[in-house]
């Protein structure tokens, strides 16, 4: 069925660049997405990438999308303490834009 | 104003009783979500629904059951309540068809 593989853990120093991976199995997704969730707090949408794309860029936020790989990835350049969260990637399942398969989430703790 | 909200935060219920989890949207959206939030953070849709259809992903019991009184809101009903029920539920809203999905805070259900 339908997969989306995320690394669990990623620590990084305060004004490094993070990279958090994704891989996905829908090759019908249109759209996949990038979700930020604060402890204790629900899921809040970073930023999305249609399918045709390979590269979106919003202020510290990089998306890099290989469709042929299915390969996803989100680069937080100057990665600030308050970048700290848990980032999950998303595709839209069987290509409608509403039902998302999420990834387990990546952990991303910065230090200072 | 919050956009998604979700009535209780907390829920704390014995083995067996049946509950509810309400949740409102003041978006104006056709479109609402439920998913489930486990305790190793892994997040998976349950339902999905607009006006016009409920999308059940088959994993769920049917002893969950969505029950929406307008298109405003989408409560969670629980019968039988097991100890595996135990997570946190999201309550999330989009417009039909749209890419972005917002999320409520959140209620964490604890089953004793």
């Known amino acids: 069925g339908e997969d989306v593989e995320q690394s669990l853990f990623l620590s990084v120093r305060e004004g490094d660049s993070s990279v958090i991976n994704c891989t996905y199995t829908?090759?019908?997704?249109?759209?996949l997405y990038w979700y930020k969730q604060e402890p204790g707090a629900g899921l809040q949408l970073l930023t999305y990438i249609f399918s045709n794309m390979d590269m979106k860029q919003d202020q510290r936020l990089t998306v890099l999308l290989n469709k042929k790989d299915k390969h996803l990835s989100l680069r937080i350049a100057d990665t600030q303490t308050g970048d700290s969260a848990i980032y999950f990637c998303a595709e839209a399942y069987g290509g409608s834009q509403g039902n998302l398969i999420f990834g387990k989430g990546t952990k991303l703790s910065v230090k200072p | 104003d919050t956009a998604v909200s979700q009535t209780p935060k907390y829920l704390v219920t014995q083995m067996g009783n049946d509950k509810s989890i309400k949740c409102e949207q003041n978006?104006?959206?056709?479109?609402m979500y439920w998913y489930k939030q486990d305790s190793k953070k892994f997040l998976k849709i349950m339902f999905s629904?607009?006006?016009?259809?409920?999308?059940i992903n088959e994993t769920v019991p049917n002893r969950f059951s969505p029950k929406s009184p307008d298109k405003a809101h989408l409560n969670l009903h629980i019968n039988s309540l097991e100890l595996g029920d135990s997570a946190v539920y999201f309550c999330?809203?989009?417009?039909?068809?749209?890419?972005?999905?917002?999320f409520g805070p959140g209620t964490r259900l604890t089953v004793l």
């Open positions: 829908d090759s019908s997704s249109t759209y």
């Open positions: 978006l104006g959206h056709d479109t």
């Open positions: 999330a809203s989009s417009q039909a068809g749209g890419r972005e999905q917002f």
């Open positions: 629904y607009n006006n016009k259809e409920l999308i």
